[in-house]
Nanobody, 118 residues
């Protein structure tokens, strides 16, 4: 199993930016497609951005043009740059395998809380 540790969340005003990081415990991370998921209060966890092992990216419409996913395989880390944040982006953010590509998930990390509020 690979351990995942998310960080970088916080409280930000609407229109602000945050950069999330997700560190994986093993270098095997680099062969997998990864994703960032989020779970708003009282709602289900959904995938918002994905990146293949080759660096191709995809986003749900609600974050397209505002969020950017990237990865640094040398550091076993995947990032999510979030700009122009909106209150509806408030959620706990998690990273994990892209389940649609890899057919499975690793154990979830603790996530990182993002709160967008004035």
């Amino acid at each position: 199993q690979v351990q995942l540790v998310e960080s970088g969340g916080g409280l930000v005003q609407p229109g602000g930016s945050l950069r999330l990081s997700c560190a994986a415990s093993r270098s095997i991370f680099r062969i997998y497609a990864m994703g960032w998921y989020r779970q708003p209060p009282g709602k289900q966890r959904d995938l918002v951005a994905t990146i293949t092992n080759g660096g191709s990216t995809n986003y749900v419409d609600s974050v397209k043009g505002r969020f950017t996913i990237s990865r640094d395989n040398a550091k076993n880390t995947v990032y999510l740059q979030m700009n122009s944040l909106k209150p509806e982006d408030t959620a706990v953010y998690y990273c994990n395998l892209d389940a649609a590509v890899e057919g499975r998930l690793w154990n979830w990390g603790q996530g990182t809380q993002v709160t967008v509020s004035s």
